[in-house]
């Protein structure tokens, strides 16, 4: 998963929850359009991010595609209550709430994504730490081998 990715993932289970708008800040503006939210819109639509404004009848991430994800976050990142791009809108109705503020929270297969993470890379640094370990020692066993009976 590319570092991005992680960073919005372990800012969300940090935070519990952030907005669109938050986290739009967190990703890096290489090409100032909707292509810079694709790898955002890959982590809702795999679901290792819960979307509350997805519908009611289709709340199922899988089923929209990355790129109209994209489209829709790079839309709304700023929008208050209608976003368009291309030929495509998206609006809320009702109360106080805006486009941009609409929350994300880290899924239950997020949450675990990151404890695997973490899982690997504790088990990387013990393994690199017990082979200098065993390094030392072998060595260390071999000179005072060699040191006792002569080589």
């Given at each position: 998963?590319?570092?991005?990715a992680l ?5 969300l289970?940090?935070n ?15 090409y ?16 290792y991010?819960d979307?509350d ?5 289709n709340p ?10 994209a ?6 990142s700023?929008a208050?209550?209608i ?17 941009k ?5 880290l899924?239950?297969?997020?949450s ?7 899982a690997?890379?504790f088990?990387?640094?013990?393994t ?20 006792k009976?002569?080589?």
């Amino acid at each position: 998963m590319k570092s991005i990715a992680l960073k919005i993932l372990q800012k969300l289970e940090k935070n519990g929850e952030m907005t669109l708008e938050e986290i739009s800040k967190l990703i890096p503006k290489m090409y100032g359009d909707h292509r810079d939210f694709y790898i955002f819109s890959s982590l809702v639509s795999n679901g290792y991010l819960d979307d509350d404004l997805l519908e009611d009848e289709n709340p199922d991430p899988n089923r929209h595609k990355d790129q109209l994800l994209a489209r829709k976050y790079y839309a709304c990142s700023t929008a208050e209550k209608i976003a368009q791009f291309e030929n495509m809108t998206w609006s809320i109705h009702g109360g106080n709430r805006a486009l941009k503020y609409q929350k994300f929270a880290l899924s239950g297969k997020g949450s675990l994504y990151l404890s695997e993470f973490r899982a690997r890379r504790f088990d990387r640094v013990f393994t690199l730490a017990s082979g200098i370990i065993v390094g030392i020692l072998v060595a260390l066993v071999g000179a005072y081998f060699r040191s006792k009976f002569g080589a």
